[in-house]
C-alpha cells in the first residue's frame, strides 16, 4: 500500500491486486463502481495512523474508491469537517453514504420489522441481538445518507435507543451475530 497524506484532510491510499483481495475489493474494470467492507477501511485507516499519521478519531469520513482495473484500486479518504460548507451540501445532495464515527441502537419489534431493516442496511456491518422478551437490538455505526440519517428511516421500524438493554447480552437475550449485514443472518 501507498499513502499519500495532503494536509492531514485527505488521504489517497494505491493498492495492489494482492492488496485488493486481501481486503475483499472485487476486481472491476476501470470506471465501474466497487465498494469496501468497512472492517478492511479501518484495517487500512489503522495502517495509514502509524505510517503516515492520518488522524480520525472523531471523525465524519467521505470514502470513495475506484478500481484500476488489473493494476488495484485507490481509496479516498477526507474528513467532511475540513470541506467548505458550500461543498458538504454538494456532497450531501449527491445520495453519498457517510459515517458519523458514532454508534446507534435500535429496538426491533418483530422478525417483519428486522427483515425491512436488513433490506434498508443493505450490505453494512451490525451487531445482532436477540433480547430475552423476543425482540430485536442492533448496533451499527451511525451514518448519514445525503441529509437523511439512520434514525429518520430505521425509526419506521423500531425505537432508537441511548444504549443497549443491560445485560442484553448475557442472561436476558444472546447475541445472535457481530460486525456482519443483517442481510447474511435473515437469508436474504
Known amino acids: 500500500m501507498e499513502f499519500l497524506s495532503v494536509g492531514g484532510i485527505k488521504l489517497k491510499v494505491t493498492l495492489s491486486p494482492e492488496e485488493c483481495e486481501a481486503f475483499g475489493i472485487e476486481h472491476k474494470e476501470e470506471g465501474e463502481g466497487s465498494q469496501i467492507s468497512r472492517e478492511s477501511v479501518k484495517k487500512i485507516l489503522a495502517e495509514a495512523r502509524e505510517r503516515v499519521r492520518f488522524l480520525t478519531a472523531g471523525e465524519r469520513l467521505l470514502i470513495q474508491i475506484y478500481p484500476l482495473g488489473k493494476e488495484g484500486a485507490e481509496l479516498f479518504v477526507t474528513k467532511l469537517s475540513a470541506i ?105
Open 84 to 188: 467548505p460548507e458550500r461543498e458538504r451540501r454538494a456532497v450531501a445532495e449527491s445520495g453519498i453514504l457517510t459515517y458519523m464515527g458514532r454508534f446507534a441502537y435500535y429496538k426491533i419489534p418483530d422478525t417483519k420489522s428486522l427483515f425491512a431493516v436488513a433490506k434498508i442496511l443493505g450490505a453494512r456491518a451490525v451487531t445482532l441481538y436477540l433480547g430475552g422478551d423476543g425482540e430485536y437490538y442492533i448496533s451499527l455505526e451511525e451514518a448519514l445518507l445525503g441529509e437523511i440519517s439512520d434514525c429518520d428511516v430505521l425509526c419506521e421500524f423500531g425505537e432508537k435507543l441511548h444504549r443497549l438493554p443491560l445485560g442484553i447480552s448475557t442472561e436476558w437475550g444472546s447475541r445472535l451475530s457481530s460486525d456482519a449485514p443483517l442481510l447474511n443472518f435473515t437469508g436474504k
